[in-house]
Every structure is written in structure tokens, then in C-alpha cells.
């Protein structure tokens, strides 16, 4: 269905006309900014506009926070109507379930709008709009999930892109707090039934990449609720490896999902939380302890009870530390006894090794 044009108020024209080139991220095509230097009066549409920034953000994902105020900035003097509204989250989602890997783009877009646009007429916000668009696909999910190949893969984009909007699209509450759409994660458990009940590799194949996107989240928010949903799809996914016709490759990546859910989606949490070992709260503490003597040869360590006083003794009677410098300088000016008492030969393995080195050094050298 045909889409209205919309009209850029005339304040939006003024600033349009006066700052065209500062108005367009860089990146973007230069038709619109030359015919408003040019003093043409050709201005661009809504959908020229949207259109245009979403082919940027495709191009060049990187340009999204840098970019993103001002795009919201334009909308909000340029999205005034209840058409306009509706027009700019078709844009949206079309691009985001026709578009390649443009989903998770997409979905960032959705809940950075959601929050900026100040428009909100009767017939929703940004946000409700949105929803009310994904419902429309969502209740057609048993016939496209039976239906030929092209119906499957349309199905599939919007499947993908409801899971990146699951995640991604923020719900703010009365006390502040961030939530999730919780619409949203009925809707991912009813599209997995509609997969796994037409088993077609295809269908299996979106169901592995909607778990591997949103397993751990989903699992996550079912265990707070009571809910055993997640066992629940293991199982039918045991049922499809055992009993359908799918292909010896979808059978083991289902196995692999498997798999990875039984990891805890291969997240690793720490198995306590760190406290500072102390003699306590650790029975090991005194293990590695070193042992030492009293003059009278008795050993004792750190964990007898008058440590302190023994080894305060000990200090007194031996010199353990000698007279060096903080450089490591030897004051006394008499060799290390120990180290004059150790033997200079090398042990025989050793030295051989040592030889082997120095000759292949040598040829290297050579070389």
C-alpha cells in the first residue's frame, strides 16, 4: 500500500535550507545537500531520508553512536503525524528482516528511538507501533513456517530480528528500573514451537540461531518465573534428532546446541566469591609455611602458637640478613661462603646441551 509523502514542516525547512551540508552524517550521498545549495526546492521525503541513513547504517555500522542523536534530533522536528510515525517503523522493519545481518542494527535503532522520539499520538509511540507490526507477522507464524521456500525465509529474518529486539529493546519502569518486553519472550517461546513443528532443515537451522542468540537470556528469565520452559524445548529438540527426516548436518548442529545448554550456554561463573585466605576461614592456610628451628632444634611454623616470640628469637641469634646496599652491593667486602663453596662444574647433560647451543649458535652466525 501506497505510503503518504510526508511534508518537512517549513521550521525543518528553514534549518534544512541553511545548514544542508552539517544536516547529513558523513557518508551520505550528496544529492540532497547540493540541490539545497543549488537553491532547488526538490526536498527529500521521509522515507528519502530514513531510507538513506539506514543504507548508511548498513554500509557503516560504526557510525551509529556518533550519528544516532542527530538522526533523532531530525525526526522529532520531522515525524509530526500519526502517518509519518507509522511510515518511519515500516522503514525500520523492513530493513531489519530484508536486509543481512542489518537485525541486530535494527534493533539498536528501535530501542534508541523508542526512548528519543517525542511523538505520541493516540495511536501508539514509537515502541507500540513497533510491536503492533510484529504481531502482524507473528500471527501468521503456523502457515509461514509450513510455507514454500521464499515464505520460510521471510519468516525466518523477522524470527531473528524479534530475538535481537528481545535484547535489545529496553522497557523502562515506574521506579526506573530496565526491564525486557516480556511480550516479546511469549512470542520467541511460540515462534520455537511453530520451528520445531514443521521440522524442515531450514526452519531447524533459524531455531539453532534463535537459541544460540537468546538461549541464555531466555533460560535465565524462565528459572526467576518457576518455568521449566527451556527443559521443555531440549527435549523437543531430542525428539527431532531421533525421530525426523531432517539432514545428518542439522541433526548435529541441534546436537551441538544441546551441548553448548548443557555448558550453561558456555558462560563460566566463578565458583565462589573471592575472600583473602586467612588461618580462619582456610585450613590450608599454614601448608607451604617454611619450618624453622629453636637453638634447642625444635621445629616450629607459622601456626604455632608462640611463633612470634620463637622466630623474634631466632632473628636475634643469626645474622639473616647481611650487610648489603638497596642496589645489591656486598659491604663486607668477604666473598658469599655459600655461593664460594658451590662446585663450578656443570652437570654432564647439561653441559652437552650447553655445547649442542653454542655450536648451532655459531653457524647461524656463519650464515
Known sequence: MAKPQVVVAPVLMSKLSANAPEFYPSGYSSNYTESYEDGCEDYPTLSEYVQDFLNHLTEQPGSFETEIEQFAETLNGWVTTDDALQELVELIYQQATSIPNFSYM?????????????????????????????????????????????????????????????????????????????????????????????????????????LKLTGSVLEDAWKEKGKTDMEEIIQRIENVVLDANCSRDVKQMLLKLVELRSSNWGRVHATSTYREATPENDPNYFMNEPTFYTSDGVPFTAADPDYQEKYQELLEREDFFPDYEENGTDLSGAGDPYLDDIDDEMDPEIEEAYEKFCLESERKRKQ
Not at 123 to 132: A, D, E, K
Not at 146 to 174: P, Q, S, W
Not at 193 to 208: E, G, H, K, Q, T
Request: hydrophobic share 40%.
Open 106 to 210: 535494527g534493533a539498536r535503532l528501535c530501542n534508541y528511538l523508542s526512548h528519543h522520539l517525542t511523538i505520541s499520538p493516540q495511536s501508539g509511540n514509537f515502541r507500540q507501533l513497533l510491536l503492533q507490526r510484529c504481531r502482524t507477522e507473528y500471527e501468521v507464524k503456523d502457515q509461514a513456517a509450513k510455507g514454500d521456500e521464499v515464505t520460510r525465509k521471510r519468516f525466518h529474518a523477522f524470527v531473528l530480528f524479534l530475538g535481537e529486539l528481545y535484547l535489545n529493546l529496553e522497557i523502562k519502569g515506574t521506579n526506573g528500573q530496565v526491564t525486557r518486553a516480556d511480550i516479546l519472550q511469549v512470542g520467541l517461546r511460540e515462534l520455537l514451537n511453530a520451528l520445531f513443528s514443521n521440522p524442515m532443515d531450514d526452519n531447524l537451522i533459524c531455531a539453532v540461531k534463535l
